[in-house]
């Protein structure tokens, strides 16, 4: 989904992390790296220079060029995450239309091996590196001089393997979330005014639902949605760098720098973004009350990467919105205030306002608060940022609903809904628990959802029954 931002940003330089070329050969248009600094120090891998990839070729973009410029495919096919020891066998699958050279194999970046020839492996002795975990990537290389790397793999060398409990810990949202009763999404909303075209608001809303995808909303949690990493405050701390994906050709103001929003965020290394195009990620240090967030994030072997994003200082006492142009929803409202949280699911009740997708939106300069911004195409009345709720003397027991929709609507009938982007769909966020099944967790939705799968979770759905509140309603001044 583009992300429209209406405020003029300015080209600013950006610093990049300097490393120290090694003479060493060019194969498959890839040099091989040395840094200093070597993040294995604990292991006696740390005596020789930790080798890391570094490509002569820019990034495939995605649409550009022929089939023979797109990036491989690549994914790990071994070790599962988890515990590992001794020896093991490290595999990966990869293709591409003119051809594999070879499949680089890496643990945070320090070179376990490489293969030539498929089926890719290689033996990784996992005695010379040091009892942690490792986010285990392969990087294909194709004959076109395209690369990718696959989606990390997290791999615990020595120690006892990590329980469901500690990994829960670590990769899904606490259960009071980030933002406390101050923010915007805590608001009762049940006995606010509404707006004077409510009901024609409502009724372009409900044809949206009743003309795509069988008349039924969808409920995003595998796909379109963001991960939750909760890191301590001995995470270490990195530099995002900045992806140019919508082809600005400057680096916008406020990412990097001092303050920058891209600068010292502790973002774990094996930190897995949401599946589908938008690869979401949320980070959450409760440990200094912070909240980064990020769209389109990937990480190669060297650093962490982003299109857009944003960082909330004093999330527990904040509106629960990003200022000056940044977050990484189309509003600049958080993708972690609006989920429900899979805290949230077990509970059996929503305490806060949910995020709502919809198809058509008004046009992008036609916004309401808490909105920052829209990406809005004029296609629809209903603006980004709209507060709407579902009406409060509504029997919801009497609409037979999925489990998890019933909690929505109760939800919805006191802290509403808040309109934080547009899609392919009208749709509601769940957590993404993509993060903690590659850390090894078990994935907690399948208990929640039971046999309902996740298009059928918001079946019958009373969007006829939706108010809308007026525009730029609560917005502090008015």
């Avoid at 009901?199 to 639902?209: K, P, T």
């Avoid at 530099?239 to 082809?247: A, E, G, Y």
């Avoid at 990620?281 to 857009?308: I, M, N």
């Avoid at 808490?370 to 919801?396: H, K, M, N, T």
Wanted: charged residues 15%.
């Amino acid at each position: 989904m583009p992300r429209r931002l209406t405020a003029a940003l300015i080209r600013s330089a950006a610093t990049r992390r300097r490393f120290v070329l090694a003479a060493l050969p060019v194969i498959g248009g890839l040099a091989l790296v040395t840094s200093a600094a070597s993040p294995v120090a604990a292991s006696p891998v740390a005596a020789s220079p930790v080798a890391r990839v570094a490509s002569r070729f820019p990034a495939a973009r995605p649409g550009a060029g022929s089939r023979a410029a797109s990036a491989p495919r690549v994914a790990l096919t071994a070790p599962r995450a988890g515990a590992v020891s001794g020896v093991v066998s490290v595999s990966a699958a990869a293709s591409h239309p003119a051809g594999i050279i070879k499949v680089i194999f890496l643990a945070d970046g320090a070179r376990v091996g490489e293969d030539f020839t498929a089926p890719y492996s290689v033996a990784w002795d996992t005695r010379r590196f040091a009892d942690r975990r490792w986010a285990l990537r392969a990087v294909a290389i194709s004959r076109a001089g395209t690369h990718a790397y696959s989606v990390p793999v997290a791999a615990q060398v020595g120690g006892r393997p990590t329980g469901q409990a500690e990994l829960e810990r670590q990769w899904i949202a606490p259960a009071a979330g980030p933002f406390g009763p101050a923010s915007v999404w805590r608001r009762d909303i049940s006995r606010a005014p509404l707006a004077p075209d409510s009901a024609a608001q409502v009724a372009d809303l409900a044809r949206q639902v009743q003309t795509h995808w069988g008349a039924v909303a969808a409920f995003n949690v595998r796909r379109y949605t963001t991960s939750v990493a909760v890191v301590g405050a001995t995470q270490p701390r990195a530099r995002v760098s900045f992806d140019d994906c919508q082809h600005k050709g400057y680096v916008p103001r406020g990412l990097h720098g001092p303050s920058g929003q891209f600068e010292g965020v502790p973002i774990p290394p094996t930190a897995v973004p949401s599946a589908g195009t938008d690869s979401e990620l949320t980070v959450y240090s409760p440990g200094t009350d912070q909240v980064w967030e990020f769209w389109k994030a990937r990480h190669d072997a060297l650093d962490w990467h982003a299109c857009w994003g944003g960082r909330i200082d004093h999330a527990s006492t904040s509106p629960g919105i990003f200022s000056g142009n940044f977050g990484a929803t189309a509003t600049g409202l958080p993708n972690a205030a609006g989920m429900i949280s899979i805290r949230d699911a077990r509970a059996g009740r929503i305490d806060h306002a949910l995020s709502l997708q919809v198809i058509d939106a008004a046009k992008w300069n036609q916004f309401s608060y808490p909105a920052q911004r829209s990406d809005g195409s004029g296609a629809g009345p209903i603006r980004e940022g709209a507060r709407l709720r579902l009406d409060p003397s509504l029997d919801v027991a009497s609409l037979h609903l999925s489990p998890l929709a019933a909690m929505v609507a109760r939800a919805a009938q006191r802290y509403g809904f808040i309109v934080t982007d547009k899609g392919g769909a009208v749709a509601v966020q769940g957590e993404s628990s993509g993060g903690l099944v590659a850390h090894g967790g078990s994935d907690p939705w399948r208990a929640l959802l039971g046999s309902t799968p996740t298009y059928a979770v918001m079946k019958g759905f009373p969007w006829d029954r939706l108010q809308v509140l007026p525009t730029d309603w609560g917005k502090p001044g008015r």
